[in-house]
């Protein structure tokens, strides 16, 4: 499995770019002063490119999840889904395996040897497959890793894991401050996976309300290319200073920790991780 670390370009919704061209061109010049490359897809519906592009499993292999996310499956939200063949022939990338699955990219915590989904593939794959073990199965075929499922986030739309938990190595995961979580059956649930699969969590503040459609103060959901970290910044004084704290505690020594003001891509829903796509 292809992790952040070792990805050398990221590239951005040509949405994104119309949405704040001088926070965006900002955000591309922190990437590329630090000797990354970044780049534009066209023909895209939907700024949030993670959802719907392919994950990188190695050099030569991309696997292409089918993207129907259910919070689009309405009227007024359909002219948002963004068609990734059309994407892949546009921008003339490499070909792709498709996997039957439907899965958002947002969906997919990666480290080099397994992964971390949330239980919304077992509900948006259930009517195609017999049990849930032949959905787990046909994902580590398609990814060639093992796939650990944490249970989802309470009535969140998306049902994503990158706004729940990160990697920091094969032993250690980022997670959202615990203290005043709501949904405590939920944390139960989420944390006892983690024990289990002896995952030690670090946590990283949350401002984010619960039933809020935007992610103001989603710190975890930051842009990591090869050894660069961006940090989304949000106004809130304490959670930024804190959030810039533990990144910078934890990932410091290997990388270069950069904050970015980003309250412009947060209003819809997602932050760095989700509105950008990096591969080798």
Known sequence: MIID??????YFSNQLKEEN???FNQLCTIIEDNGYKTKLLVGTQDFYC???MPVQVNENNFVQFVFRPEAYLKVKEFQHITNPVKVQLLNKLQKAHYSPIILDGGNIIKCKDKVIITERVFKDNRYQFSNDKAIIEQLKTDLNCKVIIIPEYPDEKTGHADGLIRFIDE???LINDTKNEPEMTWLKKFLEVLENEQLTTIEIPCEVAPNQDKAHGLYINYLHVGNLIIVPQFGYTKSDE???QIMNEYFGKTHTIIPFKSKWISEYGGVLNCSSWGIM
């Open 171 to 173: 032993n250690r995961v």
């Open 5 to 10: 670390q070792q990805t050398t370009t990221v």
């Open 50 to 52: 993670r959802d719907y």
């Open 242 to 244: 804190k959030a810039m």
């Open 21 to 23: 061209r001088k926070l």
